[in-house]
């Protein structure tokens, strides 16, 4: 027993004495908080589950509004063509219909656009 109490009053006995306590405290902390993860594991699958699932719908969604914008792009590219054949067709109108001009100018909205 005094071999063992010389040993712990020892700078050396007291700094292994401190690095094992220091270890087991550690090593007791980490296993609790591996633990605490390990019961978390559930809530993380439904979490990531419901993430996965938000995801989908988004990219659902984007999918819908991508075709959407497709649509309207085209719709838009119709109406551009038709409005600028019936400017040229003005224009042509009253380029050989002088009276015409005079007597039926077109709208100020697209009187830039007709202008000969």
Do not use: C
């Amino acid at each position: 027993m005094s071999d063992l109490m010389s040993f712990l009053t020892s700078p050396h006995g007291l700094l292994i004495a401190i690095i094992t306590a220091a270890s087991s405290w550690l090593a007791t902390r980490q296993k609790a908080k591996s633990d605490k993860d390990i019961s978390r594991g559930p809530e993380w699958d439904n979490f990531s589950q419901r993430q996965k699932e938000m995801m989908d719908d988004l990219r659902s969604e984007i999918d819908k509004l991508r075709q959407l914008y497709a649509q309207l792009e085209q719709k838009f590219h119709d109406a551009q063509d038709r409005y600028w054949a019936a400017v040229n067709h003005i224009r042509d109108v009253h380029l050989h219909n002088p009276h015409v001009r005079k007597n039926h100018p077109p709208p100020p909205a697209i009187a830039d656009d007709v202008k000969l």
